[in-house]
């Protein structure tokens, strides 16, 4: 299925990308609204939400992909024959496979050792640690992703 950002990717390939440009902003604002407003139910909700939302995206996003393919499409780009674009693509592998993995325990921990309705416990300065690290993989799950689908579809 041809996409819709006038590149050589897919439509999921694309829904990805776009999708990004939504969980980042709304990532940010879900740790404005735990660190200075102190929201920690609205930021429990979010988290929920991403979480879901990212599993049932990457879950369609595989399936897509070992449907159809992406290396039929990334052959015209310059950096696909000099490994270059295998290369990305290794490095967002890495980055977003561990993200996933920490996000995952992040989740999971807090769900289990924060209170419901959530708030400051023992179990925050672990977390907080965490999920700054978590929130960074995120980040950079998303440049490596934007970088490899640029090589990739766009160059």
């Known amino acids: 299925m041809d996409g819709f950002l006038g590149t050589r990717a897919s439509f999921m390939l694309d829904l990805v990308v776009v999708a990004m440009l939504v969980v980042l902003p709304t990532l940010a604002g879900s740790i404005y609204l735990v660190r200075v407003k102190r929201n920690y139910l609205w930021h429990k909700r979010i988290q929920l939400l991403l979480g879901v939302v990212l599993a049932v995206a990457v879950t369609a996003f595989e399936v897509d992909v070992r449907l159809h393919g992406w290396t039929h499409l990334a052959e015209p780009s310059p950096y696909y024959a000099s490994g270059g674009v295998n290369w990305v693509l290794g490095v967002h592998l890495a980055v977003a496979v561990t993200t ?56």
């Open 100 to 155: 996933t993995v920490l996000w995952f325990v992040v989740l999971v921990r807090a769900w289990r050792n924060f209170d419901h309705p959530p708030c400051p416990g023992p179990h925050s300065r672990w977390h907080r640690r965490w999920a700054w690290v978590a929130s960074w993989g995120m980040t950079l799950t998303a440049i490596t992703g934007w970088v490899f689908y640029y090589l990739a579809f766009v160059a």
